[in-house]
C-alpha cells in the first residue's frame, strides 16, 4: 500500500510547499469528499478548482438519495447501495468536522412512477390512495398506484460546504479561479498539473472535473454536460410535505428550513447554463398539480446545472494506463449519493489497496476499445 505519511508539520496557501502527494482537479462534493479522504489516510492534497468551490453540478443537485429504481443502472446498484447506507455515519463526520448541519432526512419517498416498481427497495410498501391521504394530506395523487421507499435527502449545497470546511480543517489546500489546462506527464508519468496561472508537482493527479472531466488530457474520457433546471418555493409551512414525491413528470424534495424544490430536466444543452422561461413553467405547472396549496408559494430562486453523462450512464471510477493519473467522474445524476462510495473505494486505490467492491465495470480504460 502507498504511504502518505510526512514530515511535513503544516501546509497552507501561502506556505512554500513545492510538491504534493495528490493533486484533485475540480471541488465539487466528488473532489472535496475525495480529498478529505485521501488526507485522513496521511496524503498532502491539493485541490484545484476552475471557478468557486462547491458551486457547479453539486450546487445545483436535488439530493434525492435514491439507491433504487430503472435510472440506476444495473452495474451500479450494488456500489449505489452501499454509498446509501454510509451516509449516516459520513453526514455526522462532515457536520462534527465542519460544524455545518447537512439536513440528512430520513422521511423517505412516495413514488408514483410504474418504473420505481422494477426494483423496490426491501423495506418498500405499496400504498393506496387513503394511505397516501394519511401520510400527505395536501397531496393530490397523480396515480392509484403508489409505493413508500425508505431512501433519505440531503441538501447538496449544505453537504458540499460542510466537505469544503472539513477539507479546510484537515488542511487540505484548495486554490480556485484558474482552469486546469493539462495533466503532465514524462516517461509515462504524471509529474505535475498546470493552470492557466502556474504548475503544481505531484506524482498523483485525480481527474473530478465533472462535466469538464473530458477537456483534461493525456486520457481521452467521453464525458458530457447535462442540463438540469430546477425551482425552489417557500412551502406554506414547514411541514406542509414530509416525504420526497416523485412522479414520472416532475419530484419534489422538501428540506427542514421549509424550501421546497421542484425538478428536474435532463436537456442536451452543452455547456448553456441558462434556465428556459418555459421550462421552469412546466415544472412549476407539474408542482401545482400536485399540490395546488402551492399557488400562493413564493418561488426563490429557479437555476440549472449541468451534470457530467457518460456514453454508457456509468461512473468513471479507477486507474488510466497513465502511471498516476486517476479518474473519479461521470456520476451524472448520482454525484451526491455516490460521493461517500467514491471517496472510499478511490482513496483506497490511490493509496495502493483494493478496494472491497469490483470497480471493473467503471474503469477508464473500458473506453479503450
Given at each position: 500500500?502507498?504511504?502518505f505519511?510526512?514530515v511535513?508539520?503544516?501546509?497552507?496557501?501561502?506556505?512554500?510547499?513545492?510538491?504534493?502527494d495528490?493533486?484533485?482537479?475540480?471541488?465539487?462534493v466528488?473532489?472535496?469528499?475525495l480529498a478529505?479522504?485521501?488526507?485522513?489516510a496521511?496524503?498532502?492534497v491539493?485541490?484545484?478548482?476552475?471557478?468557486?468551490?462547491?458551486?457547479?453540478?453539486?450546487?445545483?443537485?436535488?439530493?434525492?438519495?435514491?439507491?433504487?429504481?430503472?435510472?440506476?443502472?444495473?452495474?451500479?446498484?450494488?456500489?449505489?447501495?452501499l454509498?446509501?447506507?454510509?451516509?449516516?455515519?459520513?453526514?455526522?463526520?462532515?457536520?462534527d468536522?465542519?460544524?455545518?448541519?447537512?439536513?440528512l432526512?430520513?422521511?423517505?419517498?412516495i413514488?408514483?412512477t410504474?418504473?420505481?416498481h422494477?426494483?423496490?427497495?426491501?423495506s418498500?410498501?405499496?400504498l393506496?390512495?387513503?394511505?397516501?391521504?394519511?401520510?400527505?394530506?395536501?397531496?393530490?395523487?397523480?396515480?392509484?398506484?403508489?409505493a413508500?421507499?425508505?431512501e433519505?435527502s440531503?441538501?447538496?449545497?449544505?453537504?458540499?460546504?460542510?466537505?469544503?470546511?472539513?477539507?479546510?480543517?484537515?488542511?487540505?489546500?484548495?486554490?480556485?479561479?484558474?482552469e486546469?489546462t493539462?495533466?503532465?506527464?514524462?516517461?509515462?508519468?504524471v509529474?505535475?498539473?498546470?493552470?492557466?496561472?502556474?504548475s503544481?508537482?505531484?506524482?498523483?493527479?485525480v481527474?473530478?472535473?465533472?462535466?469538464?472531466a473530458?477537456?483534461?488530457?493525456?486520457?481521452?474520457?467521453?464525458?458530457?454536460?447535462?442540463?438540469?433546471?430546477?425551482?425552489?418555493?417557500?412551502?406554506?409551512?414547514?411541514?406542509?410535505?414530509?416525504?420526497?414525491?416523485?412522479t414520472?413528470?416532475?419530484?419534489?424534495?422538501?428540506?427542514?428550513?421549509?424550501?421546497m424544490?421542484i425538478g428536474a430536466?435532463?436537456?442536451?444543452?452543452?455547456?448553456d447554463?441558462?434556465?428556459?422561461?418555459?421550462?421552469?413553467?412546466?415544472?412549476?405547472?407539474?408542482?401545482?398539480?400536485?399540490?395546488?396549496g402551492?399557488?400562493?408559494?413564493?418561488?426563490?430562486?429557479d437555476?440549472?446545472?449541468?451534470?457530467?453523462?457518460?456514453?454508457d450512464?456509468?461512473?468513471i471510477?479507477?486507474?488510466?494506463?497513465?502511471?498516476?493519473?486517476f479518474v473519479?467522474?461521470?456520476?451524472?445524476?448520482?454525484?451526491i449519493?455516490?460521493?461517500?462510495i467514491t471517496?472510499?473505494?478511490?482513496?483506497?486505490?490511490?493509496?495502493?489497496g483494493?478496494?472491497?467492491?469490483?470497480?471493473?465495470?467503471?474503469?477508464?480504460?473500458?473506453f479503450?476499445?
Amino acid at each position: 500500500m502507498r504511504c502518505f505519511a510526512h514530515v511535513v508539520v503544516f501546509i497552507f496557501y501561502n506556505a512554500k510547499v513545492k510538491t504534493w502527494d495528490v493533486i484533485v482537479v475540480g471541488a465539487g462534493v466528488i473532489g472535496l469528499t475525495l480529498a478529505r479522504e485521501l488526507c485522513k489516510a496521511g496524503a498532502t492534497v491539493l485541490v484545484l478548482e476552475r471557478g468557486e468551490a462547491g458551486r457547479e453540478a453539486s450546487y445545483a443537485a436535488g439530493g434525492m438519495l435514491a439507491d433504487c429504481g430503472d435510472e440506476t443502472p444495473r452495474q451500479l446498484q450494488e456500489l449505489a447501495s452501499l454509498s446509501a447506507r454510509m451516509y449516516p455515519e459520513f453526514a455526522h463526520e462532515l457536520q462534527d468536522e465542519s460544524g455545518v448541519q447537512v439536513d440528512l432526512r430520513g422521511q423517505g419517498t412516495i413514488a408514483f412512477t410504474a418504473l420505481q416498481h422494477s426494483c423496490l427497495h426491501p423495506s418498500s410498501i405499496a400504498l393506496s390512495l387513503a394511505e397516501v391521504e394519511s401520510r400527505e394530506p395536501e397531496l393530490v395523487a397523480p396515480s392509484p398506484v403508489a409505493a413508500f421507499l425508505p431512501e433519505r435527502s440531503v441538501d447538496p449545497r449544505a453537504l458540499t460546504a460542510a466537505a469544503l470546511k472539513a477539507c479546510l480543517h484537515r488542511e487540505v489546500v484548495i486554490a480556485s479561479g484558474a482552469e486546469v489546462t493539462s495533466i503532465d506527464v514524462s516517461q509515462g508519468r504524471v509529474t505535475s498539473v498546470t493552470t492557466t496561472k502556474t504548475s503544481y508537482h505531484a506524482p498523483i493527479a485525480v481527474n473530478c472535473a465533472g462535466a469538464w472531466a473530458g477537456q483534461l488530457g493525456p486520457f481521452q474520457l467521453p464525458v458530457r454536460p447535462v442540463r438540469g433546471q430546477m425551482l425552489a418555493v417557500v412551502m406554506p409551512r414547514r411541514e406542509y410535505l414530509k416525504h420526497v414525491i416523485r412522479t414520472s413528470d416532475v419530484y419534489l424534495i422538501p428540506r427542514s428550513n421549509g424550501r421546497m424544490l421542484i425538478g428536474a430536466t435532463v436537456e442536451e444543452a452543452g455547456f448553456d447554463k441558462r434556465t428556459i422561461r418555459q421550462t421552469i413553467h412546466s415544472l412549476h405547472a407539474a408542482a401545482l398539480r400536485l399540490m395546488p396549496g402551492l399557488v400562493e408559494a413564493k418561488i426563490l430562486e429557479d437555476w440549472a446545472g449541468l451534470r457530467p453523462g457518460t456514453v454508457d450512464d456509468l461512473p468513471i471510477l479507477g486507474r488510466t494506463d497513465v502511471d498516476g493519473y486517476f479518474v473519479a467522474t461521470g456520476h451524472y445524476r448520482d454525484g451526491i449519493l455516490l460521493a461517500p462510495i467514491t471517496a472510499t473505494v478511490m482513496a483506497t486505490l490511490i493509496g495502493g489497496g483494493k478496494p472491497g467492491c469490483d470497480l471493473a465495470a467503471f474503469s477508464p480504460l473500458r473506453f479503450n476499445a
